[in-house]
């Protein structure tokens, strides 16, 4: 079965620096990637997913299938980034998802 | 976009006592509603799949006696923990989608989960 690994629990970086969560799979077929956001206090959503190939709230997230991989990148980090988020997979054919462990982003002033 | 409504956001039980939690799909008919358990700073376990009218779809190392759910319908599901002890307490997740077969995951949204403490 498909997974996903968050190899970091905790990132820590300033406003306006880059960030950049780390997100590999293991899939041997076309891979369906996402990556959920939730905030302080609220549910979990999509933030984006690979084939929409969109830029969300300045985030992006490129495969690479040479690198089984689904980082997801923004230039220039904001407070409001500080969240935990979470690379998704779906599970074989049965469309049901896959979570990493997550990775709990704290943007600093 | 469109709202799951899950109540309640945390209920507290004694060892022994069932707990019903409920999931809704507010503003939009759900076709299939997934269930999911979070521990502290861990990733979501995905517990069961539901679909209006039909019997649930446990995962492996899920009891479904010990959880029971119902989908009556296409706005609701219930997830029962059937004499509740204290390792079962944890944060429940629910999701619910109305996605094509085309894209499943085109409309997929999340409660906003129930902390549920057993004493």
């Known amino acids: 079965a498909q997974r996903v690994t968050q190899p970091e629990k905790l990132l820590s970086v300033f406003k306006g620096a880059p960030v950049e969560l780390k997100c590999n799979y293991s899939y041997s077929g076309s891979p369906e990637l996402f990556w959920y956001v939730q905030y302080s206090r609220q549910r979990l959503q999509l933030l984006l997913r690979h084939i929409s190939r969109e830029s969300i709230k300045g985030f992006t997230a490129d495969l690479n299938k040479g690198e089984t991989s689904f980082h997801l990148k923004k230039p220039f980090a904001q407070e409001e980034d500080s969240a935990m988020y979470y690379c998704a997979t779906h599970r074989g054919g049965d469309y049901k998802l896959s979570f990493g462990a997550g990775t709990t982003v704290t943007v600093r002033a | 976009g469109a709202v799951v409504s899950q109540h309640p956001s945390r209920v507290i039980c004694k060892s022994g006592t069932s707990v019903k939690i409920e999931c809704r799909s507010l503003?939009?008919?759900?076709?299939?509603m997934f269930w999911y358990r979070q521990f502290p700073k861990q990733s979501l376990m995905l517990m069961a799949t539901?679909?209006?009218?039909?019997?649930?779809?446990?995962e492996q190392g899920v009891e479904k006696d010990k959880f029971l759910i119902n989908h009556a319908s296409l706005t609701l599901s219930t997830l029962t923990v059937t004499s509740a002890h204290p390792e079962d307490s944890s944060f429940y997740i629910c999701?619910?989608?109305?996605?094509?077969?085309?894209?499943?995951?085109?409309?997929?949204?999340f409660g906003s989960g129930t902390q549920l403490s057993v004493l």
């Open positions: 999701s619910a989608s109305f996605g094509s077969d085309r894209d499943p995951y085109e409309k997929l949204f």
């Open positions: 503003d939009f008919q759900a076709t299939t």
């Open positions: 539901s679909n209006e009218g039909s019997k649930a779809t446990y």
